[in-house]
């Protein structure tokens, strides 16, 4: 009986152990990434980056937060720093997205890293300054990083949005009219409905018509199960 007990102490002792060893030998791989993420070669950044990616933790979301935040990388990592930040879905990076999004001067207003950051924002649902600052996104200059932000208040389906998406609705550009559509369908705010009924009644193209049936058939099938 002693043994057994003796040995069950053992084997806790021993997984501890290799518990404690696994987070020391983490945090050594994740040191070795640090200091390769500031390389002169752009490949070993990269892979560094996408490493740290994959193991997803508090320290390895912040060193690619850092990736973002650099003035003086190459846009290219920066936007795959940005699309790993809305895999990771960490909500720490909501603001960094943001500051993408809505501030020229800390991207020199490139349309690329915009359009990936209100992208990367239709991940984090529940977050009104998230919505707040994809509807400001409506009224940008570039077409289709006004497209990214319809799409993103979709996957949201922040009610908020619908008056916005309304006014999208009569946009002079078709890719602009269809996202606004599908973002309403996916929202399904029956308030919706009679504005979409109005585009089925005048539209002469047959995708904005499937697009616009589908949109009114989603909301109406809430409706019916509520």
């Avoid at 560094?48 to 508090?58: P, T």
Wanted: proline share 3%; charged share 25%; with cysteine.
């Amino acid at each position: 009986m002693l043994c057994t007990k003796a040995f069950k102490n053992m084997m806790v002792l021993c997984a501890l152990f290799l518990i404690v060893s696994q987070g020391h030998a983490a945090s050594h791989d994740i040191d070795k990434l640090l200091i390769r993420l500031q390389h002169d070669d752009p490949k070993l950044r990269l892979s560094a980056m996408e490493e740290l990616g994959k193991i997803g933790d508090g320290d390895s979301v912040m060193a690619i937060m850092k990736v973002v935040e650099n003035q003086g990388e190459d846009w290219k990592i920066k936007i795959r720093a940005i699309k790993l930040l809305a895999e990771i879905k960490n909500p720490m990076t909501v603001d960094l997205l943001i500051k993408v999004l809505d501030d020229p001067f800390f991207t020199y207003d490139c349309p690329a890293l915009k359009w990936n950051a209100a992208i990367a924002l239709g991940n984090f649902k529940n977050y009104a300054k998230a919505v707040d600052a994809l509807i400001d996104a409506l009224n940008d200059k570039t077409l289709y990083v006004k497209e990214a932000a319809i799409q993103s208040l979709g996957e949201i389906g922040d009610r908020r949005a619908v008056p916005y998406l309304v006014l999208a609705l009569s946009d002079k550009s078709f890719a602009i009219r269809i996202s606004a559509i599908k973002a309403l369908g996916k929202i399904r705010d029956v308030e919706a409905i009679p504005f979409l009924r109005k585009v089925l009644d005048n539209a002469t193209d047959h995708y904005i018509k499937e697009e616009t049936e589908n949109a009114i058939k989603i909301i109406s099938d809430q409706m019916s199960h509520q």
